[in-house]
């Protein structure tokens, strides 16, 4: 007996496209656990995506330099200083393909679909990343605006240059960020969930253990960068799992970025060292604000998911959920 299988766009709203090998009634960072714990097929993920991370920028990267090079040009790939447009792109555009290289590496190494790395629904729920845009969105680039008071050194970008910087960062900067998020607080978290027994347990590893790794590979030796970095990621993973996908974090993360692209450019701001150098004594007490903003935003998704919410586990039957209980009111 075959069983007909409708087509995706056939799917009554919110309702999950999960293939059978997805488990149901798991939350997000448990959709890989099995039987077995699988710890060295683990790492070999974990391998694979940090494999992705360098390759991709390198050869992108050296790609595009070729081009700035024939400008007259020596982007930081080449050991200049010379942050270009072009190698502002080409960094963005190369992180953001860690969406479907963490997708294969999930389908290849455990079988499971590559979409459901969007949300425990296996859709991207871009009604909630509407939602969530607009009732944390402001808090949020106020909370980093005061985080970047610090004055830092000006570069002599010519015009044509900050026009292109504002389009590659407008059109790629969320990319980017929404590859890192599915690269780390996507198959990370979800691979090293796995790896325990207990739910809880591995839901504890997983948010420590991708938050470590992601705040080390940044590569921070300033302890207020480094107290930053940690709390932003372990939110990011906790919010994920509160809210059973990436959407929240990809918008926070996506709007940190891009704010921060977009306001050094017009600052006029040298993107080449401010974006690479972390060493002590760059930081500042600032760095407190957006990360106590960071907090409060976790807290409260939390405290609003606990009876009601989106869906955080899969499976064919789901109470329609909201992010905000009816009794919250509308966001101001």
């Known amino acids: 007996m075959t069983m007909a299988i409708r087509p995706s766009w056939l799917l009554t709203p919110g309702e999950p496209r999960n ?17 077995k714990r ?62 479907p290289w963490s997708m294969l590496i999930q389908r290849w190494l455990y079988g499971v ?15 909630l990343l509407g939602k969530s845009l607009l009732v944390f ?10 985080g970047a008071l610090p004055p830092a050194d000006e570069f002599p970008w010519s015009q044509t240059d900050l026009i292109a910087m504002f389009i590659a ?39 420590l253990v991708s938050s ?3 705040t080390a590979m940044h590569g921070a030796t300033d302890p207020y960068i480094i107290v930053w970095y940690f709390v932003l990621w372990t939110g990011l993973a906790i919010i994920t799992w509160r809210t059973g996908g990436l959407e929240l ?19 006029r701001v040298d993107l080449g060292s401010a974006t690479q150098d972390r060493s002590a004594g760059v930081g500042s007490p600032y760095l407190l604000v957006p990360t106590l903003t960071v907090i409060a935003i976790t807290a409260i998704v939390w405290w609003c998911t606990r009876t009601s919410g989106p869906a955080q586990t899969a499976g064919r ?11 919250a009111g509308r966001p101001a």
């Open 249 to 267: 974090a990809v918008m926070l993360h996506a709007v940190l970025n891009t704010f921060t692209f977009v306001l050094a450019v017009t600052l």
């Open 38 to 99: 699988r710890i060295g097929r683990g790492i070999f993920a974990i391998i694979l995506l940090a494999a992705g991370l360098v390759i991709f920028p390198t050869v992108i990267g050296r790609a595009a330099a070729l081009v700035d090079v024939q400008m007259g040009k020596t982007p930081p790939i080449l050991g200049g200083t010379d942050y270009t447009p072009l190698s502002h792109a080409s960094s963005m555009i190369s992180l953001g393909l860690l969406i």
């Open 137 to 146: 969105g402001p808090a949020w680039l106020v909370a980093n605006a005061l």
């Open 212 to 214: 470590v790794l992601f």
């Open 317 to 327: 039957v789901q109470a329609p959920r909201h992010i905000f209980p009816p009794s």
């Open 169 to 207: 960062t407008m059109l790629f900067t969320p990319l980017q960020s929404a590859g890192e998020e599915y690269g780390v607080r996507g198959l990370v978290f979800r691979v090293v969930g796995s790896w325990t027994r207990n739910p809880g347990t591995g839901l504890v590893a997983g948010v």
């Open 19 to 35: 293939g059978p090998s997805v488990p149901a009634a798991v939350q997000y960072h448990r959709v890989l656990a099995g039987d």
């Open 113 to 127: 679909p590559g979409a459901s790395l969007h949300s425990v629904t296996s859709r991207f729920r871009f009604d």
